[in-house]
């Protein structure tokens, strides 16, 4: 069975294949990825193409899954 991963805001059930995910182990699905703002959508495509797998990237994803869980519960 292939294994899925889940859309990082909780209570969402929507799923990915792990394998199309890779390297990542994290995930926030195309509905919950849209509520979040454009310029930080923007910002984080850019440090994942200029500087992979980097600190800055991490940080930057953390913040993006804070936006996209406010988000969801209409904070
Ligand atoms: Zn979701």
Same mark, same amino acid.
């Given at each position: 069975? +292939?294994e899925r991963?889940r859309?990082c805001?909780?209570?969402c !059930? !929507? +799923? =990915? @294949?792990?394998e199309? /995910?890779k390297p990542?182990?994290? #995930? =926030?699905? %195309?509905?919950?990825?849209? @509520? ?5 959508? !923007?910002?984080?495509?850019w +440090?994942? !193409?200029?500087i992979?797998?980097?600190? $800055? +990237?991490?940080?930057? #994803?953390?913040? /993006?899954?804070?936006? @996209? =869980?406010e $988000? @969801?519960a %209409?904070?």
């Amino acid at each position: 069975m +292939t294994e899925r991963v889940r859309c990082c805001v909780p209570f969402c !059930r !929507r +799923t =990915i @294949a792990a394998e199309k /995910l890779k390297p990542w182990n994290e #995930w =926030i699905c %195309g509905k919950h990825w849209s @509520a979040v703002p454009k310029i930080e959508r !923007r910002e984080y495509s850019w +440090t994942k !193409r200029r500087i992979p797998n980097s600190d $800055a +990237t991490s940080v930057q #994803w953390e913040r /993006l899954k804070a936006v @996209a =869980i406010e $988000a @969801a519960a %209409g904070i």
